[in-house]
């Protein structure tokens, strides 16, 4: 049943379960957020979020706010503003002031909303967090918890999303950090080096090894593509530069995978400009392999294919290809080479 609120003197429509913050966006009223993702759980701890609402004392935290019929918002009233504001100078108190060299740079969703409310970087005096900086042997996540903002997307990715549970909450008050099971390495917590906590957090806590150094988020062309790795589908962006892959980033709007991608998909990329990647067919002359144009080696192929139809051909089918693909590979094998000799690697 739609529910009627008006936000920012304008009526409008809201579907029963909405929060405010899912509210405002669908109707294309922005809010800052560093906590909340679409696809975690809400929890209203950066407070970036906050909204007036009518008949309500204090601000409240959009992201956790049911909508209610009759709900009266105001999303930018000087009050809101002051407290977003108040919010970010606190952040910047311990974090570290080197934007300029930072990973993250460009596409960091702290310094977006910096920008936004024009948050000057103060002198900060008092007491200061000092991790070591890629503190943890994890050969694919960068870790600088000197710029956590203590958003626990990166924990609730891990659990929501990969259902690995390694991240989790250490100690309390000022002494409160992320830290990988109990206190111990991300592979000695179960990790699968899938990347998801890097892909979700907003700052440049956690990063991306394989890529670092290799150039801003605005220098990169975003490509599209189908990882090659199995069936299931997944697809991501392949971040180019100088014609040149240079990361995997997720993609959002991915419809079988989402933002999640295994270690293979996000860092097995390497090979697209290996040195030692075959970019010519090979045929043997000679007893040795030799490189032909593509036209040479598939005559060669059909010849043999034609040598060898009926019951001295078989099909061994795979579980890295999709289902379409394999359907294929069978009807090839029975329709056209005239055999029944159809294996797959998943059947025992």
Not at 120 to 129: D, L
Not at 199 to 227: F, I, N, W
Not at 309 to 331: M, P, R, W
Request: with cysteine; aromatic share 6%.
């Amino acid at each position: 049943m739609p529910i009627s609120m008006t936000i920012n003197g304008k009526a409008i429509q809201a579907k029963e379960g909405m929060s405010v913050l899912d509210a405002c966006w669908a109707n294309g009223v922005s809010i800052p957020t560093l906590c909340h993702h679409p696809d975690l759980t809400p929890m209203g701890a950066c407070r970036l979020c906050v909204v007036e609402v009518e008949k309500m004392r204090g601000l409240v935290a959009s992201c956790t706010l049911p909508v209610s019929e009759g709900m009266v918002v105001h999303t930018e009233t000087p009050k809101v503003v002051e407290e977003r504001k108040f919010v970010l100078e606190m952040l910047l108190s311990d974090h570290p002031n080197d934007c300029m060299t930072c990973e993250a740079d460009g596409n960091c969703e702290l310094q977006n909303a910096v920008y936004q409310y024009q948050v000057p970087w103060k002198p900060h005096k008092g007491k200061t967090h000092s991790y070591p900086v890629d503190g943890d042997p994890n050969p694919f996540v960068f870790t600088d918890f000197n710029k956590c903002i203590l958003c626990t997307r990166c924990v609730r990715a891990c659990a929501e999303i990969q259902g690995r549970n390694v991240w989790g909450v250490a100690n309390r008050g000022f002494r409160d950090k992320i830290v990988a099971g109990a206190d111990v390495t991300m592979l000695e917590a179960g990790c699968e080096s899938c990347g998801a906590c890097a892909a979700y957090c907003p700052t440049g806590a956690l990063t991306d090894k394989s890529s670092r150094g290799s150039g801003r988020a605005y220098q990169m062309k975003k490509v599209t593509t189908t990882c090659v790795y199995c069936g299931v589908g997944c697809q991501f962006d392949l971040n180019v530069k100088g014609g040149k892959v240079v990361k995997i980033s997720s993609n959002a709007k991915a419809a079988v995978n989402g933002m999640a991608l295994c270690v293979k998909g996000r860092y097995g990329y390497n090979f697209i400009h290996h040195k030692d990647r075959l970019t010519k067919p090979l045929i043997k002359k000679d007893g040795a392999f030799v490189e032909s144009t593509w036209d040479e080696a598939l005559t060669l192929v059909a010849q043999k294919f034609a040598e060898a139809k009926g019951d001295s051909f078989a099909v061994l089918a795979s579980a890295k290809a999709t289902n379409e693909e394999n359907y294929l590979i069978q009807k090839f094998a029975r329709a056209v080479m005239g055999t029944n000799s159809v294996d797959h690697c998943a059947r025992l």
